[in-house]
């Protein structure tokens, strides 16, 4: 089975604090997809990564920023904190550039105070 | 562009009534279909998927979902609801673009009375 790990379930951090959400998956997954997820909005997407060093923007990239150097591990990095970044933050991977369903971690859950 | 609408935002059910769940898709073309699941707490999990052929699915958990081209709708189903299904579903539906990224519905809540 595929597993998708999200190093923290919950978090919280300061406003104007610089933070990191880590990603690692086990499956040797091209593709990585960190979201948002707010109520009654669903899932927005952040950003997204097709291989290693390599990352397209989302719907909202707007305050993150992405490294992923290594194939396993994608981290999502919020430079500022801000309090309207408070939210639910998905990771997910798939293999390749394909129609192949998604997998996701478990999420983290982030309050910026 | 694709675009996904999930009209109701919650719906309530007894248990062991039967359940239909919502979603219209906006698409160019023939899309892949997207059904997962959202425990409390939890990430998504795949459901059920279409991609092309029968057009009837079938998932996991007892769902199912039918791919309506005429109706733009790929609408699921159960016939007997059970309280652990209390959750969040989520359609999607993809490609976009050439890098495959799927479009979200803004989701469904599930509530199940005893």
């Known amino acids: 089975d595929v597993k998708v790990t999200q190093s923290s379930r919950y978090l919280v951090k300061r406003t104007g604090e610089k933070v990191f959400l880590e990603c690692v998956q086990d499956m040797d997954h091209e593709n990585m997809f960190w979201y948002r997820q707010d109520p009654g909005l669903g899932l927005r997407l952040i950003y997204f990564?097709?291989?290693?060093?390599?990352?397209e923007k989302g719907d909202i990239p707007e305050g993150y920023s992405v490294s992923r150097e290594k194939k396993e591990r994608f981290s999502l990095i919020l430079e500022s904190a801000s309090t309207n970044q408070t939210s639910m933050y998905l990771c997910?991977?798939?293999?390749?550039?394909?129609?192949?369903?998604?997998?996701f971690g478990d999420g983290t859950r982030l309050s910026i105070l | 562009a694709q675009s996904v609408t999930q009209p109701d935002i919650h719906i309530t059910v007894s248990e062991g009534a039967s359940l239909e769940l919502r979603c219209n898709y906006s698409?160019?073309?023939?899309?892949?279909l997207f059904w997962y699941v959202q425990s409390p707490g939890q990430g998504l999990q795949l459901l059920l998927k279409?991609?092309?052929?029968?057009?009837l699915v079938q998932g996991i958990k007892g769902f199912e979902a039918e791919f309506k081209r005429s109706q733009s709708s790929f609408n699921l189903r159960k016939p007997s609801v059970h309280w652990s299904d209390a959750a969040e579903y989520f359609c999607a539906v993809g490609p976009r673009g050439g890098s495959y990224i799927p479009t979200f519905g803004r989701g469904t809540s599930l509530i199940v009375h005893p």
């Open positions: 698409y160019g073309a023939t899309p892949y």
């Open positions: 997910a991977s798939r293999p390749g550039h394909s129609n192949q369903p998604q997998h």
């Open positions: 279409y991609f092309s052929g029968d057009t």
């Open positions: 990564s097709y291989d290693v060093k390599m990352k």
